[in-house]
């Protein structure tokens, strides 16, 4: 059988459009298919929308129906900069003056000027360097000299002396300050200052706590050089500078005397810890942690409300194109609305305090179905009824609350044989049942242009043929009459 170059040549019909024509017809179930799943698509993003909702709406309510969010204290310093605090929710409500007048401090401490920080420092006989820590009291200290007179050294029995060994191979400014960071047990920071003089290195040793308890003391046992820079008693001979009093903070509270060996006090106040961060005054109010609640409250009207609006979109209606959204109409959408404004218009169980309905402490229900605050309202119930406040989202040992109720109710829904998730699974299974029609169909008319074509295709090829024996007799003909014409 010949072959035609194009569709259509051989017979000289347009048989290319005919064709095209065929496949169109054929095509109207996959146009219809298509818009089916366009629409199941549709309502399975709406859905996403609304469970993306009604998640945010039940974060909101299980953070309501939470106790310890009504029992939260606040401690609230009127100076931040002086101090801060914070409150377990057994602290008494209070006012308290404060004043600091002192921060505490470590205690840091200069050897005397070497030239070279890698010279030996005597022979390198092995020396015992033993460091306790304990409070300085009594006697005077000179500023100038940074050394005591007459003052005692008492032991802190809470702390073990550690001692370190000098010898040979560290018998240098920097092998001894590398010997002392090496021990964490020493409890004493080492670093090398450069004071710029003739003999310029002087080591510096600083304890790692604060506290008046935190004073050092340093015997040496050993080499007399490592003595003569290290050894330093406050009570006996001191070959080092205090640079930097080991101190407490000191503040009053409402008038009496506090000490803390670190900026963090606790204690003082029960339940209360302040952190001190400069001298100064300051106002300390410890009360109920009423914005908390406020906060969560708002949080849960703001939820709700864009669950409404995410509603109002899915299911509105254009009067111009006399069109609806995807949802209009959709019974998983009304029911869900339904249950959820009916749990919040049920009563609870009241307490002493009276609170049975959210419109009691100022959060109620607009004509266009959200909710508003009244925020004078919900600041006086939380002044004075915050166990009616409590009771009324958090329930009692887990029974009832509006915050408790909602948590529930939506993850019944959203669980995976709750309503929405039900609704969502049968239109995935649509979809997936739309899509193997539509790979069926087609497949189906595929297979049918396919024919088609093959046939056209004959087609040509028996009148492109037909053509050429019509042609070729015409020829034989015209000869014959010409030859007998001669």
């Known amino acids: 059988m010949a072959a035609v170059s194009s569709l259509g040549v051989g017979s000289n019909l347009d048989l290319s459009s005919l064709l095209a024509n065929i496949k169109s017809a054929e095509q109207a179930p996959l146009v219809a298919l298509q818009q089916q799943q366009r629409s199941y698509t549709s309502k399975l993003s709406a859905y996403g929308q609304l469970s993306s909702a009604l998640s945010a709406l039940q974060t909101a309510a299980a953070a309501l129906a939470k106790p310890a969010l009504y029992t939260g204290v606040k401690a609230t310093s009127s100076a931040t900069d002086v101090l801060t605090a914070s409150a377990l929710s057994t602290a008494a409500s209070g006012s308290y003056a404060l004043n600091v007048t002192q921060l505490t401090q470590a205690q840091s401490l200069a050897a005397t000027g070497v030239a070279s920080t890698t010279a030996a420092i005597g022979a390198g006989a092995a020396t015992t360097v033993t460091l306790d820590f304990g409070t300085i009291s009594g006697g005077t200290l000179d500023p100038a000299t940074g050394k005591y007179a007459g003052a005692t050294f008492t032991a802190d029995g809470a702390r073990t002396a550690t001692s370190i060994t000098i010898d040979s191979s560290n018998n240098t400014l920097a092998g001894i300050r590398d010997a002392i960071n090496a021990s964490t047990a020493v409890g004493v920071t080492a670093s090398i200052v450069n004071d710029g003089s003739a003999t310029p290195n002087r080591l510096v040793l600083t304890s790692r706590q604060s506290g008046e308890t935190s004073s050092m003391r340093i015997a040496v046992t050993g080499d007399a050089a490592v003595s003569g820079l290290l050894a330093n008693d406050p009570a006996a001979t001191q070959n080092l500078q205090q640079t930097a009093v080991a101190q407490n903070t000191k503040l009053t509270v ?102 049975a309905m959210m419109s009691q402490i100022g959060v109620a229900f607009q004509k266009d179905g959200t909710l508003s605050i009244d925020s004078t309202k919900l600041s006086t119930a939380l002044g004075s009824q915050m166990s009616g406040v409590a009771k009324l989202f958090s329930g009692t040992a887990g029974v009832g609350g509006y915050g408790a109720q909602m948590s529930s109710l939506i993850t019944g829904m959203t669980d995976s044989n709750g309503t929405l998730t039900a609704a969502t699974k049968g239109i995935n299974t649509t979809l997936d049942s739309l899509g193997k029609q539509y790979t069926a169909t087609s497949a189906r008319i595929d297979a049918t242009v396919a024919r088609y074509k093959a046939q056209f295709t004959q087609l040509d090829v028996m009148m492109s043929g037909m053509s050429r024996t019509s042609s070729y007799l015409t020829q034989q003909f015209d000869a014959l009459n010409n030859t007998s014409k001669n």
């Not at 008038?255 to 106040?269: D, L, Q, R, Y």
């Not at 609006?309 to 029911?335: E, M, P, W």
């Open 254 to 355: 409402n008038g009496i005397a506090i000490t803390s060996a670190t900026n963090t006090v606790a204690g003082a106040i029960r339940d209360v810890t302040m952190t001190v961060a400069k001298v100064g005054a300051s106002t300390l109010s410890v009360q109920q942690d009423t914005g908390g609640v406020q906060s969560a409250v708002t949080t849960f009207v703001n939820a709700y409300n864009s669950l409404q609006n995410v509603a109002k979109q899915l299911t509105a209606f254009d009067a111009a194109s006399k069109s609806g959204a995807v949802l209009l109409g959709d019974s998983t959408l009304r029911n869900i609305q339904i249950s959820i404004r009916s749990a919040l218009t049920t009563a609870q169980v009241p307490d002493s305090s009276g609170l």
